[in-house]
């Protein structure tokens, strides 16, 4: 039997992060800070990147693409999030809506895709040095990086559909600040299982293909770091991969808090605020964890910005 889209909704109300008028400009200033300062320090990072011809080598060109990525987060959720703070109607059309989800699924996918791909590199770099050229030589890092944004852009792309296919004809109010798969399934008058299946099974593969492959890599790191006598030479290694270490606790710290936490522990105040720290402060924070812990990246920031 063929399924129609009985979508009647033409519009969503966004429920904000707030119900009280007296906070509205106090969360647009905040937000409004920390998109620029995100925006910024991104943009310098990339600059910096492009400009220093001692960074092109996989490690920075990995980052060039997180910070890439960061911005197209922070970009898909904020400006709409501003227009709510300071707006008495918060609705998002349901074109946009769907677009956004689009955008934001997809970044971040390519997100978490690339965090494994650059655990990776920290392995080859760490356990096998000498290789490292021939492991880690331009194509497969072009082919990491290409693939990142194949699977993140179809797998978004495929959420989207199947979004697409389901019946709006009931409550249109999205308790969140942004379209997201599970707050617009909860709206759905028709049956989710389909969408439900979908989001389990491409779970499973992603976590193949980027949690398991930064479980394994820092399993082995830690092996050889173990095998080292000279504490110097560990704590010189440990360096190269503890920016990346803080990155990835940020990222699926606040994630796994979202999705796995006991349904008795539930709260939407306490949701709203950890997934403005995964959509928000963490693509913020991450072009100063890269750069703040690394001489390179900060002489070429500050020729940059000379």
Not at 196 to 213: F, N, V, Y
């Amino acid at each position: 039997m063929e399924t129609k889209n009985q979508t009647t909704v033409k519009y969503f109300i966004l429920e904000g992060l707030s119900d009280n008028p007296e906070q509205q400009t106090s969360l647009f200033a905040l937000f409004l800070t920390l998109y620029l300062v995100g925006l910024v320090s991104n943009i310098a990072v990339m600059a910096a990147i492009a400009a220093d011809s001692h960074l092109h080598t996989p490690m920075y060109f990995f980052i060039w693409n997180l910070s890439l990525v960061d911005i197209c987060i922070t970009t898909t959720i904020v400006p709409q999030l501003l227009v709510s703070c300071i707006s008495h109607w918060k609705t998002i059309s349901y074109s946009c809506c769907i677009a956004q989800l689009y955008f934001f699924v997809g970044m971040e996918t390519i997100d978490s895709l690339l965090l494994g791909a650059m655990a990776y590199d920290r392995y080859v770099a760490i356990c096998r040095p000498l290789h490292y050229c021939t492991a880690m030589d331009k194509k497969v890092c072009s082919m990491l990086i290409a693939g990142s944004w194949a699977v993140g852009l179809l797998n978004s792309l495929l959420h989207s559909l199947m979004i697409v296919r389901l019946s709006f004809c009931a409550s249109n109010l999205i308790q969140s600040f942004f379209c997201d798969v599970p707050a617009l399934l909860k709206l759905s008058c028709s049956k989710t299982s389909n969408n439900e299946l979908l989001i389990l099974t491409e779970g499973i593969c992603l976590a193949l293909l980027s949690i398991a492959p930064i479980v394994i890599s820092y399993a082995l790191i830690i092996s050889t770091l173990l095998g080292i006598r000279s504490s110097e030479r560990r704590i010189k290694a440990f360096s190269t991969c503890s920016s990346h270490l803080i990155v990835v606790s940020l990222y699926y710290g606040t994630v796994l808090f979202i999705y796995f936490r006991p349904t008795s522990s539930y709260s939407l105040r306490k949701e709203k605020a950890v997934t403005v720290m995964y959509t928000i402060v963490t693509p913020m924070l991450n072009p100063f964890i890269y750069s703040l812990r690394n001489d390179k990246m900060k002489v070429a920031i500050k020729k940059v910005m000379c």
